[in-house]
């Protein structure tokens, strides 16, 4: 097991639960991330370690028209080009977890955990008007999603400027007019606050050429704290 690369190692430990106790432990755990990519209509996934320069591949027919909407804790959340159809999928021990169909549009999506963790949500995010946000909510498991519309009293611009990031027990997203996005997993109310910084991230920017320019924040977790990485608010 220890001359097994990480993928490899995964693999094995799915066979039993002996083989699952020897791969774990000599599994060592790369820090850094690695790049997934996947070539149209080819089926094959390429995992590529950017340290080591050392490319991987899998042979997944099952992707063949799907891109990919988030990433996180090793499952991938997938869309068929249907655009309705979408699923989990772990790409190392190729289990795939169906979800119901999403038949409404959104301009951003993502999910808390692991499917498998009994935690995981995923939330689909759309502006419906300049003062609504609309809000999708499913569960693995779950036969239906839940659409709920909030309120946006700053104004909640008709494009996203960020991704949609989860981060002790909140989604967060920014809009384009500057609103930060803050929904709360657990007791579902949705809170937004302006931030006029975020209108000028880049000292040079500041004029009016700034709003004409369609610039994007992207956020990222961070232990337990949410960074605007274009930004130097926390």
Not at 54 to 70: A, I, Q, R
Not at 131 to 137: A, D, G, L
Request: hydrophobic fraction near 40%; glycine fraction near 4%.
């Amino acid at each position: 097991m220890s001359y097994l690369v990480l993928k490899d190692n995964i693999r094995a430990s799915a066979v039993c639960r002996a083989w699952r106790k020897a791969a774990e432990s000599v599994r060592v755990v790369e820090k850094h991330p690695w790049v997934i990519s996947f070539p149209r209509h080819y089926g094959v996934t390429i995992l590529f370690d950017p340290l080591g320069r050392k490319s991987y591949t899998l042979n997944l027919p099952e992707l063949v028209g799907t891109d990919v909407c988030y990433s996180k804790d090793g499952w991938l959340l997938m869309r068929r080009s249907s655009l309705v159809d979408m699923f989990f999928l772990n790409p190392y021990t190729r289990e795939l977890i169906n979800l119901p169909k999403c038949e409404l549009s959104f301009q951003a999506v993502a999910f808390s955990s692991a499917p498998t963790s009994g935690t995981c949500a995923v939330i689909a995010l759309r502006p419906f008007t300049r003062f609504i946000i609309r809000i999708s909510i499913c569960f693995p498991g779950a036969t239906e999603w839940i659409t709920q519309d909030f309120s946006c009293s700053h104004g909640f611009e008709p494009y996203m400027h960020s991704n949609l990031v989860y981060a002790n027990g909140h989604f967060y997203c920014f809009s384009s007019g500057g609103v930060l996005v803050d929904f709360d997993l657990a007791s579902r109310p949705m809170s937004h606050q302006a931030w006029n910084e975020h209108i000028c991230p880049y000292i040079h920017m500041y004029n009016e050429e700034w709003f004409s320019l369609r610039k994007r924040i992207y956020l990222a977790e961070q232990k337990v704290k949410v960074e605007a990485k274009a930004s130097e608010r926390k």
